[in-house]
């Protein structure tokens, strides 16, 4: 019985300094990783689109699959209706947007989120009296061949 328990003991106190190690060693790699990404940048590429007037977005798309974008749309604004081939989420940080579908139109204020399922037609615009300020992110990202530009719903 003495053997067994001085066994068990062992046992446990060597799986506690694997256990130790393997902690500490996570640690430090995860500090390590921390302080790298702390030095990383994301430096977007400005975009300038004509609608029916200027616009601007901030392209900080990490890849072809994730698109992260800002856009700043003046007063008036608007796309033609589309129907666009990938979703899209989107944050409103100020100004009203639009977003006009077949049978209704939509608003979102500051904070608000919002939702385009991919395939949806759609008419995005500024809907409000001061430009509008939002971040979207697009899944896939954006492709000219993923947009097709409609006459009306």
């Given at each position: 019985m003495k053997r067994f328990l001085l066994l068990s003991f062992l046992l446990v106190t060597l799986m506690g300094c694997v256990?130790?190690?393997?902690?500490?060693?996570?640690?430090?790699?995860?500090?390590?990783?921390?302080?790298?990404?702390?030095?990383k940048r994301v430096v977007p590429e400005v975009l300038t689109i004509q609608d029916n007037v200027e616009r601007t977005m901030l392209d900080y798309s990490p890849s072809a699959e994730l698109g992260i974008y800002k856009m700043v749309?003046?007063?008036?604004?608007?796309?033609?209706?589309?129907?666009?081939?990938f979703d899209i989420q989107g944050i409103i940080i100020s100004g009203t947007l639009g977003l006009e579908f077949e049978n209704e139109t939509l608003t979102f204020e500051a904070n608000d989120g919002f939702f385009i399922p991919r395939n949806t037609k759609v008419r995005i615009h500024n809907a409000g009296a001061e430009p509008l300020h939002i971040v979207e992110v697009f899944t896939p990202n954006y492709k000219p061949s993923l947009v097709i530009d409609l006459k009306a719903f």
């Open positions: 256990i130790a190690i393997d902690i500490n060693d996570r640690e430090e790699s995860a500090s390590t990783i921390s302080k790298s990404k702390l030095d749309a003046p007063i008036d604004w608007t796309e033609p209706v589309r129907s666009i081939g």
